[in-house]
């Protein structure tokens, strides 16, 4: 596996954890099983632990393969990420109407912003799970 697909499992892995354990949190707070307060020391919990995460797997992983780490990405490399890309912006875009459109259930502003970033972390795990896919097929 190279460099830049380990990268991209790391994020993906990442991503999914730290979102999944995020929005369980907030479906307990919507659901009113968690106070306000508890939530966020949680949220900031998780974000530390995303950052740390991926800081410390990606200089992992680098470590092992210094001189690939650093090279510059190849014209396959930018090809996939420009593809796994344009395929997460339309699911981004998608997630962004669809929670456009739950202004008009929902009149409560953290609410939407819940749901507008729950569509921005599905958006990041297609563009990471396409480039996973992008990299197997061409491997």
Do not use: C
């Amino acid at each position: 596996m190279s460099f830049r697909e380990k990268s991209a499992w790391i994020s993906f892995v990442s991503i999914l954890l730290v979102f999944g354990i995020y929005f369980v949190s907030v479906n307990h707070e919507l659901g009113g099983r968690v106070e306000f307060s508890a939530a966020y020391r949680v949220t900031v919990g998780l974000i530390l632990a995303f950052v740390l995460l991926e800081i410390v797997l990606h200089v992992a992983v680098a470590i092992q393969a210094p001189g690939e780490a650093l090279a510059p990405r190849d014209e396959r490399e930018r090809l996939i990420e420009m593809r796994a890309t344009s395929v997460a912006f339309q699911v981004l875009v998608i997630g962004a109407l669809v929670s456009s459109g739950l202004m008009y259930v929902t009149n409560n502003a953290w609410t939407l912003g819940q749901h507008v970033l729950l569509a921005v972390a599905v958006a990041e795990l297609v563009k990471f799970g396409g480039q996973i896919v992008f990299y197997r097929r061409s491997a």
